[in-house]
């Protein structure tokens, strides 16, 4: 190695320190939000003390706009408009391989940003990111050759569980259980829909897989927001009995006080 490239990897890893050391990290909370001059803002989280992860919030998490655009997905959609467009029709309309797997792999990274953003309650972000891979298996599902859209149609049903979560999640930020437990119930049916489409088309373990973890997980899920709202039914009425009780103690001090100036009447 030259003197000018060891020179320059030491100016590297001084500027690369300075820059965390300015970040300054909360060892109970690490994680900064920073805004670009652009208006994007990207997530930079510390993991552990030698993990370093920088996530776009919105677009692509890598932050590139293939094509000038947002994601491959919105480029993709784009090109299907303009196929209608011309033909009157989707009827026709394909990828090539090299399409499908920057849509496949632009895909898992969004997925690595959900995940990451679910353990910081960012669920307004999970929602979208969810929603959205979910739309490219949808997509691939209708143009795509059958064993192309299976490699991220198998995984349906995983997104639909943690897009349930996501909504249910925003509910109770909004301290709205019942639609919690409704946004659990829609996210069930889902789920029972694709287990469905899986069984038809004789993907039997995909199917089990996602009846027993996806399925089973939502389920849990209802089970335990059912038993906090019992809870908060048995809290509330317990606090109606202590309302009477405490109307009855009303009551009784006002008999004490009505004998006791009997008394002094009589006195």
């Known amino acids: 190695m030259s003197n000018d490239s060891a020179e320059r990897n030491t100016r590297l890893i001084q500027t690369l320190d300075e820059t965390l050391d300015s970040l300054a990290f909360d060892a109970d909370h690490p994680i900064k939000t920073l805004r670009l001059a652009d208006g994007r803002k990207v997530v930079i989280m510390q993991p552990n003390a030698f993990t370093i992860m920088r996530l776009y919030v919105s677009g692509r998490p890598d932050g590139k706009r293939p094509h000038g655009r947002d994601s491959y997905y919105d480029y993709f959609c784009e090109q299907l408009k303009d196929y209608e467009n011309q033909h009157s029709t989707d009827e026709g309309f394909r990828l090539t391989p090299e399409d499908w797997r920057s849509l496949f792999e632009e895909s898992y990274e969004r997925y690595i940003r959900y995940l990451h953003f ?70 069930i049916q889902r789920i029972g829909q694709f287990c469905g489409e899986c069984l038809r088309e004789e993907y039997g373990e995909a199917e089990n897989i996602t009846r027993e973890r996806y399925l089973g997980n939502l389920i849990e899920f209802r089970s335990d927001l059912e038993a906090i709202e019992e809870g908060l039914d048995e809290e509330r009425d317990s606090h109606g009995d202590l309302e009477e009780e405490d109307e009855d103690d009303l009551d009784i001090l006002e008999e004490l006080e009505e004998l006791l100036s009997e008394g002094q009447r009589n006195s």
């Open 118 to 187: 679910a353990g910081f309650n960012r669920w307004s972000d999970v929602k979208r990111d969810t929603e959205t891979n979910i739309a490219v298996t949808d997509f691939a599902r209708k143009y795509a050759p059958p064993d192309v859209a299976w490699q991220s149609y198998q995984y349906k049903g995983y997104m639909l569980m943690m897009n349930g979560i996501a909504n249910a999640e925003l509910s109770l930020m909004a301290d709205d259980r019942q639609e919690a437990l409704r946004q659990i119930d829609l996210g």
